[in-house]
């Protein structure tokens, strides 16, 4: 059951990865580019179309990590710490924390990305989407990481 909901997990995570992705680059990248480069057409892509899902696809995705967390922290990490390897391991506290302050966020991303939207929070809505984006990239990379040390023996 939890190497199912794990796997449920990482799909979550791969796709929350690209609409946070989409969207950042639509923000942050200016419109420059040729009309059929391959940044060209993400950055053409509304970003305010992917706000709805990215709030629903970022409390899954930590909704079923923290079913997954018990499992974690009995079977990985005491295995994580005999080894001595507490780089990896402070690299999830880390991930935990900045998780937990992404959560904190998502009102204010919501509120920033709602309609109508108005043009002087420009700043605040491209520098709350990097913010996200920076800790949807931690937490998916170090989670990769570990299971790639220490997945779940069950």
């Given amino acids: 059951m939890i190497v199912a909901l794990l796997i449920l997990h990482g799909l979550l995570a791969v796709a929350l990865l690209g ?3 989409h969207q950042a680059i639509s923000v942050w990248v200016p419109i420059r580019g040729a009309a059929g480069s391959f940044v060209g057409r993400m950055r053409a892509v509304p ?3 992917y706000v709805n899902a990215i709030i629903v696809l970022y409390a899954l995705t930590a909704l079923l990590g923290g079913i997954i967390y018990p499992t974690y922290r009995l079977s990985v990490r005491i295995v994580l710490e005999q080894m001595q390897l507490y780089v990896p391991n402070g690299a999830f506290e880390l991930k935990e924390h900045f998780v937990a302050l ?4 998502l009102p204010a991303y919501w509120y920033f990305w709602r309609e109508p939207q108005a ?14 984006a920076f800790i949807v990239w931690w937490g998916f990379l170090v989670g990769h990481v570990l ?3 220490r997945g779940f023996d069950l």
């Fill in 119 to 132: 043009a002087e929070h420009a700043r605040t809505r491209a520098v709350l989407t990097a913010l996200l």
């Fill in 102 to 105: 992404g959560l904190g966020v």
């Fill in 19 to 21: 609409a946070i992705s």
């Fill in 147 to 149: 299971n790639n040390i």
């Fill in 47 to 49: 970003a305010k179309s």
